[in-house]
């Protein structure tokens, strides 16, 4: 059986202009971002260099600018970019992308909102 190894981010939180309100795109808030990548570990391991895993203060960069980047309506479609963009380093096999929205415009009370992808290679 063959193991699979991850690399998680958790709680990259990122100021963007997200939301189907005119208002949300105007004021902005804080979306929270949680990465799963699956890729195999073991040659970055034997090696003990960075090229030969990713670099997640790199990938953070990279997430970060999506998120800060174009406004879209959906966090769906936040999460579809975030996505596309992990599986673009060529090394990583599969990740899932949650998008947190722990400000958005509900009038219940509530701590967080989110949306979760699951994306492969094909």
Known sequence: MDMVDEITLTGLTVFGYHGVFDFERRQGQEFTIDLTLQLPLAA??????????????????????????????????LAQ????AALDVERVAAVTVTVHKPHAPIE??????????RRGRA
């Open 44 to 77: 970055a391991a034997a090696s003990d260099d960075v090229a030969d895993t990713v670099h997640y203060g790199e990938l953070a960069d990279r997430v970060a600018a999506i998120v800060a980047g174009e406004p879209v309506n959906l966090i769906e479609t």
């Open 81 to 84: 970019r975030i996505a596309d």
């Open 108 to 117: 219940q009370t509530f701590a967080d909102v989110s949306v979760t992808v």
